[in-house]
């Protein structure tokens, strides 16, 4: 073996060390920063929550394992679609009254992504969005030239201003969009299921159940 071969395989060994070295580093740091970053993601969702029907209202997840009767019958339905966007819902109420519903939704195209939560009133109207995240390159002009604008519309104006994508990041509006779009239908239950579940289900009944976020005066 001459010289040169020698060099060469010493070189590819050192830089075959020196790569599955860096390889174990970002996957300890991952492994690391992965439950901060999903604690992290739980308080923000929880915060964001807490806006939009208020603090001393209880946020039920729909999941087909509830204890709640309804909630349980919902998230059967939920579970049943195939969605693009819609991630969670819950229905928020205080003590036995049902205030209206939450969806939380994420998108993503070439230019970022969205996670938001959009809110639902019990009759089908939309109300307010609530940003968790927004890594879209025109952020800004997304934010101030239409989440905002948007909020900023009146009950019977929301959905001409959701259809006003024309704001300096027309992708990521409609984006926003689709996912409205789409978790209003989820709410309204107007989309078809794959495998629906007959379900007995009681109204009255509206035991808490373990995914329910609560929130204190003052917190």
Not at 30 to 45: C, D, G, R, S
Not at 82 to 91: D, G, H, N, P
Request: aromatic share 8%.
């Amino acid at each position: 073996m001459n010289e040169f071969t020698k060099n060469l395989l010493k070189t590819s060994s050192v830089l075959m060390i020196i790569a599955g070295g860096a390889a174990l580093l970002v996957g300890a740091t991952n492994a690391l920063t992965a439950p901060v970053i999903e604690q992290n993601n739980i308080i923000k969702e929880k915060t964001m929550l807490s806006k939009v029907y208020g603090e001393t209202a209880d946020y039920l997840e729909w999941k087909s394992d509830s204890t709640d009767e309804k909630i349980k019958a919902d998230g059967v339905y939920l579970e049943s679609l195939s969605l693009k966007y819609v991630t969670k819902v819950w229905t928020a109420r205080n003590g036995s009254e049902d205030l209206g519903y939450v969806a939380r939704f994420y998108g993503k195209n070439g230019y970022g992504d969205v996670d938001m939560l959009v809110q639902v009133s019990l009759e089908g109207s939309l109300g307010n969005l609530f940003i968790i995240s927004d890594t879209m390159s025109y952020k800004a002009k997304l934010e101030s030239g239409y989440i905002d604008p948007y909020n900023a519309s009146e009950k019977d104006g929301k959905e001409a201003a959701l259809n006003d994508v024309k704001c300096g990041a027309t992708f990521a509006a409609k984006l926003v969009r689709n996912g409205v779009q789409e978790a209003l239908k989820v709410c309204t239950k107007t989309l078809s299921s794959t495998a629906l579940v007959s379900l007995d289900v009681s109204l009255s009944n509206h035991e808490e159940q373990t995914m329910t976020y609560t929130f204190a005066e003052g917190r």
